[in-house]
């Protein structure tokens, strides 16, 4: 949140990272508050109870994207020269299962996981030590993931470049993508609470699941189709 008055020179280094402290625990106090330190609320979503988890998440991308564009109209930050990861298609496509894997046992993500410890909730600190744990097998384990780890690179990719257009289409996009999983969600929950049986709600989940494996793969065509394979 610091970076222009950083970039631009109105604060210097040491106060930009007592900003970056400062907004790491007000983030950490707003995920308490609002109950997201708690891992019911993120399985709740992946049994759709509720739908809070995809609205905070969709809002934050869209939130945050929008005020990207803001600053970079008022010439504060230069958008094309933000570093950003090469896309590794597969490599990413595999993290983002493991990561949503781990998310549905736990209730946790690394964020929360943080704020939940700090709240003193005891399943956080055996999340906590797992990841840890989890950390030091990548780690020590990297020269024998290596070459997967950077395999199918694409370099950086972003959704204006696949049409040759400009970031306002890359925000108009989000929006758009942000918005269709968000309402889909709430459907959903909706369906399954006015429905609710065993096995209703699991059956739910396999369509769900289903779902979303054709959306990686369209992407992941689409991706391919566009972008030469490194």
């Known amino acids: 949140m610091s970076a222009p008055l ?6 210097s280094g040491h106060t930009n990272m007592l900003f970056s402290i400062f907004g790491g625990f007000l983030f950490g106090f707003f995920l308490e508050v609002s109950g997201f330190a708690s891992a019911k609320n993120i399985t709740d979503e992946f049994y759709f109870r509720n739908n809070r988890v995809i609205q905070m998440m969709v809002t934050a991308i869209i939130t945050s994207t929008l005020w990207f564009l803001v600053f970079g109209s008022l010439g504060l930050i230069q958008i094309p020269n933000i570093w950003t990861p090469n896309l590794y298609l597969w490599p990413y496509i595999f ?11 736990s209730g946790y993500c690394p964020g929360t996981s943080v704020a939940a410890i700090a709240s003193g909730k005891k399943d956080a600190w055996v999340f906590g030590l797992g990841m840890l744990v989890g950390m030091a097998i990548f780690i020590f384990g990297f020269p024998f993931e290596k070459d997967f780890y950077v395999s199918s690179d694409l370099g950086q990719v972003y959704w204006h470049t696949l049409f040759g257009a400009n970031t306002v289409v890359s925000f108009i996009i989000t929006l758009i993508i942000g918005g269709f999983f968000m309402g889909l969600m709430q459907y959903i929950v909706s369906y399954v609470n006015k429905n609710r049986t065993e096995s209703k709600e699991y059956n739910m ?5 289903a779902l979303a494996l054709i959306f990686v793969i369209l992407v992941t065509v689409l991706l391919k189709t566009l972008l030469p394979v490194g």
């Open 6 to 11: 950083y970039i631009n020179g109105i604060i």
């Open 95 to 105: 993290g983002g299962l493991l990561f949503g894997v781990g998310m549905a046992m």
């Open 205 to 209: 989940q396999y369509l769900i699941g």
